[in-house]
């Protein structure tokens, strides 16, 4: 039999017309709710410096955006208040069953919420685009770690996670480095992808929350015994759906995150962008108390139309665009 030609769209016709039945529901949920539809830059004199996403650089020396998170919350700054954006977003990644270096992210700021009422807005939206309609179980960091792997992860060394590893059947990677054999959060990160996550949101869409506080990325942190920072994550069915924040204001401590993940960034000789002085000029002109969200389209669809991999909803996926 001949392969299929490259020409022909990735997703089914069908398909397509749930997509912008979902973008339809999405537009009217905003509205319904009085939220400001922006669009902001693809392009940017900077990028993100987060330390497990890579931009693409243009010729010119700009950069294609993996979030409008910066330029929205610049925005949010200005005084737009609560505003909302569906964007085409891009990460240097490979192709894969959930990833395509092109995709469509929506992104939303509620000045005034914190993470936990920015959780209720989201459940009521996917609700509204068909999703269960059920209450969504909020799970904490702890719970989750507690009930999937039996330990409490703010309690045990590297070294002790590492040593978790083996009676729960988690292969060790290969080639580490004294850094990763000695970072907490490395082990955290490969306990989450190995064995939490894909045990998430099995039957229904589920929210994880309050983090610790070295994975706060522009999230705020809560004093506290552990600190936390003030996160979340949505999962269905294993897949990781949304990351939400009550985002950090500070603009000394923000400069200094993107500081140090450049520093990282230099010492694993990974490429390392500018980061976004704007940014940081705008939460020192005054942030409201604020809480943000972004939720992957495709991946929503993805679930929603049952679909088993991500490229069975994009009109072209990489191989073919």
């Not at 069908?14 to 999405?26: E, G, M, N, V, Y």
């Not at 209720?120 to 685009?129: G, K, M, P």
């Not at 994880?208 to 949505?234: I, K, N, T």
Request: charged share 25%.
């Amino acid at each position: 039999m001949r392969p299929e030609a490259l020409w022909r769209p990735s997703a089914s016709i069908a398909i397509l017309k749930a997509r912008a039945q979902l973008l339809a529901a999405i537009r009217a949920f905003f509205m319904q709710h009085g939220l400001l539809e922006v669009q902001t830059p693809i392009l940017s004199a900077h990028a993100t410096v987060d330390r497990h996403i890579d931009s693409f650089a243009t010729r010119d020396g700009r950069w294609l955006q993996t979030s409008p998170e910066f330029a929205m919350k610049r925005l949010i700054a200005a005084g737009s208040g609560p505003i909302w954006q569906l964007a085409p977003v891009f990460r240097v990644d490979e192709q894969g069953r959930h990833h395509n270096p092109e995709f469509t992210m929506l992104e939303w700021y509620q000045p005034g919420y914190d993470h936990l009422r920015l959780m209720d807005e989201v459940e009521a939206l996917l609700r509204h685009c068909g999703a269960p309609d059920c209450r969504y179980e909020r799970l904490s960091y702890r719970e989750a770690f507690v009930r999937h792997a039996g330990f409490d992860p703010f309690v045990l060394s590297a070294q002790q996670l590492r040593a978790q590893l083996g009676p729960a059947g988690i292969a060790e990677p290969e080639q580490l480095d004294a850094a990763d054999l000695a970072d907490r959060d490395f082990w955290l990160d490969l306990w989450m992808s190995q064995h939490i996550s894909p045990r998430l949101g099995q039957d229904a869409p589920q929210f994880l929350y309050d983090f610790p506080a070295s994975q706060a990325a522009l999230a705020r942190v809560r004093d506290g015994e552990p600190p936390l920072a003030e996160r979340f994550e949505l999962f269905w069915r294993g897949i990781e759906l949304a990351n939400g924040f009550h985002e950090l204001s500070d603009a000394q401590e923000q400069r200094r995150r993107f500081l140090a993940d450049q520093a990282w960034r230099a010492q694993q000789k990974r490429m390392v962008p500018p980061y976004d002085a704007h940014l940081v000029e705008a939460l020192a002109a005054g942030f409201p108390d604020c809480a943000g969200v972004a939720l992957g389209v495709d991946r929503l669809l993805m679930l929603l139309t049952g679909c088993a991999r991500l490229e069975e909803v994009l009109a072209f996926a990489a191989d073919r665009a």
